[in-house]
């Protein structure tokens, strides 16, 4: 069984950074895709960064050149590197881990079977 916990989440002036982190338990398959999604209250759920394990990553336009989505398999954590933050940015965010097999990796929350509980972010 398979349990993600984010951390790393609070609140932050415009232009500040943050770093989110995933424990992930459980993880037993060569292959897979995580990633980060966001929900701000009255808005669907959607895919910030998604990375497989090979490395290979893709982001939503949005956070291009701002966030970097990476792992550490040895430690089976995932990270948001979170910089130059927006007050858009503010939302919960939530790690996921999907192991179907099905590649690339997307960024379709309803494609994602494990989820965190989140940690929010909120930017003023």
């Known amino acids: 069984q398979v349990q993600l916990v984010e951390s790393g989440g609070g609140s932050v002036q415009a232009g500040g950074s943050l770093r989110l982190s995933c424990a992930a338990s459980?993880?037993?398959?060569?292959?897979?895709?995580m990633g980060w999604f966001r929900q701000a209250p009255g808005k669907e759920r959607e895919g910030v960064a998604v990375i497989d394990n090979d490395g290979r990553t893709t982001y939503a336009d949005y956070v291009k050149g701002r966030f970097t989505i990476s792992k550490d398999s040895a430690k089976n954590t995932l990270y948001l590197q979170m910089d130059s933050l927006k007050p858009e940015d503010t939302a919960m965010y939530y790690c996921a881990a999907d192991y179907s097999g099905i590649t690339p990796c997307r960024r379709i929350a309803k494609s994602y079977r494990y989820w965190g509980q989140g940690t929010q972010v909120t930017v003023s």
């Open positions: 459980g993880y037993t398959y060569s292959s897979y895709c």
